[in-house]
């Protein structure tokens, strides 16, 4: 019953099965019934629980092992020929020492266990952008979330053909063992083994291990990027519509970004933005000189706290229907979700999601902070008629953005794209729950892929660098915070919607229709062009968002920035002879206005 007569691919699975020892392979064609089929035994097994099915049709629950909530950094590893090759940012093993230690691992890991083979797309089948994977899993759970995030089935083999040109993806759930929990990427062998996890980023191997960390390298030979980066359209009352990516670090506003509806002046006047993807964005020269981007995925793994009708309605929308609910709170009574941030009614004589009885009104956190929805991308209200363009949709401009209490201003313009890049490559966030480890401290993370480049940083800045000299019409690059904090520590800026007000003034600038000052870091906004209308956002107290209030985030206050241009320094010294002069041009640079 196998999908395809292609050799390289049946004599891998053949390998990967003599090592796992499976009782049965079994190959997901990417039909209703299979997958149905499959849900019903997770469902028997108590793998998933169905949940209420007139409230949620298609939907389930899941919770995961304790031990096993977030992507784990620490155990991800870039298994390129030689340590220089994987850089100093990324954890390195040697690809010898790497496949002798994880095939211990899974040798006779699936022995009384089912290995599913999925056959996936990354991007739509057809698109010159489409690239396939295939993964080989033991766990249901990964293949209806992969049937959800990704193209798949029996399309994809015959996109395949007899071609050889496919990633390798190998999972085993062993015994979710943290101590032997491995995420190998070896980009120069199309392959990505993962085991002792049963989680989101480490085990999808079509999102952040291949569409991220083996396409970021496939990206650097074959001249197109790779990135963390939303896609949205902004439509304007004429019917035009203009398209920007942004890179902002995990759990730091792409998906709410990517779905976000304007505030209602705007909709009023017709403005409107259309989700095309929500975390990963592939790149190319276009013919017109410039960046059209694919969302290679096809469906949101999004993180469920915070996601409410009025923060991010599109998003629950797009949750009410063959919806995986991963680690939220489980409302048996009902057959529902709850989450953190969804309403003000957690359920009561409940469980959290670690399956433990859970009393809302302790304070304690009913769902895990980085508890998750998988939802189909087709199921957006506002998902953009072009999301399965083949061809990708021209981006206008290009924003980066983290978490930072102070010192990055709420929105700066690059001076052009080699200072942009050096922009991306100062990127610094506040960490959060979505890996593991220690939440709100500041580190440094270029272009949102500290975690996710699949090879040496500073050959992935030259490559941005020489991207940006073959194009004749590059994107303008910005960069975004909307989490700056008052003395109290309260946000500044409202965000959401009201980002729709920055986005505006960023596609004013690519069109060359609104001015700006410029500044040591870049130009700043005059607080008048931000347009504040219809705004009505109180700080704390009765201190309203205002333009005064407006240019105290504007503002760049040198101390703060010096500071920056320190750690900044730490991080480029790392790269050695690798760090691409423009950028320590640029650093120069930077320092010497600061000092002005
Ligand atoms: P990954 O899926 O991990 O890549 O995350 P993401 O970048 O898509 O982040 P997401 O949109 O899910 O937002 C994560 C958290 O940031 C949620 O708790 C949101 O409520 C919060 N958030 C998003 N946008 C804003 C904003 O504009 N302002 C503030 N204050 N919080 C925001
Ligand atoms: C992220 O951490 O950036 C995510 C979630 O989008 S995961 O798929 O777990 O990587
Ligand atoms: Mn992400």
Redesign the pocket.
């Known amino acids: 019953m196998s999908l395809t007569t292609n050799k390289a691919v049946l004599s891998w699975i053949d390998e990967m099965a003599k090592m796992t020892n499976p009782d049965r392979i079994v190959w997901i064609d990417g039909s209703e019934e299979q997958a149905e089929a499959l849900r019903a035994e997770a469902v028997a097994t108590g793998e998933m629980i169905k949940l209420n099915q007139e409230k949620l049709p298609g939907c389930y629950y899941h919770r995961t092992a304790v031990n096993d909530v977030a992507r784990v950094e620490g155990r991800t590893f870039i298994c390129a020929p030689t340590k220089e090759e994987a850089g100093p940012t990324n954890n390195w093993m040697d690809p010898k020492e790497a496949y002798a230690m994880a095939s211990e691992i899974f040798k006779n890991s699936m022995v009384g266990r089912t290995m599913y083979v999925i056959p996936f797309s990354m991007g739509a089948i057809g698109s010159p952008f489409a690239k396939v994977g295939i993964e080989l899993t033991d766990s249901i759970y990964v293949v209806l979330n992969m049937c959800i995030m990704t193209r798949v089935g029996k399309a994809v083999m015959d996109m395949l053909g007899d071609s050889e040109d496919f990633v390798h993806g190998l999972h085993a759930r062993c015994d979710i063992d943290e101590e032997k929990r491995y995420i190998l990427q070896f980009p120069q062998d199309n392959t990505i083994w993962s085991c002792n996890s049963g989680y989101g980023g480490n085990v999808l191997l079509g999102k952040k291990c291949f569409a991220l960390r083996i396409a970021s390298y496939q990206g650097w030979k074959e001249s197109w990027m790779a990135e963390?980066m939303?896609i949205l359209g902004v439509e304007f009352p004429s019917g035009e519509t203009k398209y920007v990516a942004a890179a902002?670090?995990?759990?730091?506003?792409?998906?709410?970004?990517?779905m976000l509806i304007p505030p209602k002046d705007y909709l009023d006047k017709g403005y409107k933005v259309w989700t095309v993807g929500?975390?990963i964005a592939w790149l190319r020269i276009n013919d017109e000189g410039g960046l059209s981007a694919v969302n290679p995925e096809a469906g949101?793994?999004?993180?469920a706290?915070?996601?409410n009708m009025k923060?991010?309605p599109n998003?629950l929308i797009s949750t009410q229907k063959g919806t995986i609910f991963t680690n939220v709170v489980y409302n048996s009574a009902e057959g529902t979700v709850w989450w953190e941030?969804l309403d003000k009614n957690p359920p009561k004589g409940e469980n959290n999601w670690k399956g433990e009885p859970w009393d809302p009104t302790t304070g304690e956190k009913g769902a895990h902070p980085?508890s998750?929805f998988t939802a189909p991308a087709a199921n957006c209200p506002c998902i953009s008629p072009r999301w399965e363009d083949p061809a990708g949709v021209p981006i206008s401009a290009i924003i980066f953005g983290g978490?930072r209490a102070k010192t990055a201003p709420l929105v700066y313009q690059s001076r052009d794209w080699q200072h942009g890049v050096f922009v991306g490559s100062i990127m610094a966030s506040e960490t959060?729950a979505?890996a593991s480890g220690a939440v709100g401290v500041v580190r440094r993370d270029p272009m949102a892929m500290l975690p996710f480049c699949g090879y040496n940083m500073g050959d992935y800045w030259q490559h941005w660098l020489d991207m940006g000299k073959k194009l004749t019409n590059a994107p303008k690059i910005f960069n975004v915070n909307?989490?700056r904090l008052n003395e109290n520590g309260k946000?500044m800026?409202?965000?959401?919607g009201?980002?729709f007000r920055v986005l505006e003034w960023i596609l004013k600038r690519c069109e060359g229709s609104v001015g700006a000052r410029e500044t040591a870091i870049g130009y700043i906004p005059y607080a008048k062009d931000i347009n504040l209308e219809g705004m009505d956002y109180t700080i704390e107290g009765d201190i309203k968002m205002n333009e005064e209030n407006l240019d105290k985030i504007l503002a760049v206050e040198t101390d703060y920035w010096l500071e920056d241009v320190a750690s900044i320094k730490e991080l480029y010294a790392k790269f050695g002879s690798k760090l691409p002069r423009e950028l320590a041009t640029e650093l120069e640079t930077l320092e010497t206005n600061l000092k002005k």
């Open positions: 963390h939303l902002f670090p995990s759990a730091c506003g792409k998906t709410n970004l990517a929500d975390d949101f793994f999004g993180v706290p915070g996601t923060s991010n998003a941030g980085n998750r978490r959060t979505a909307w989490f946000f800026w409202p965000g959401f009201d980002n």
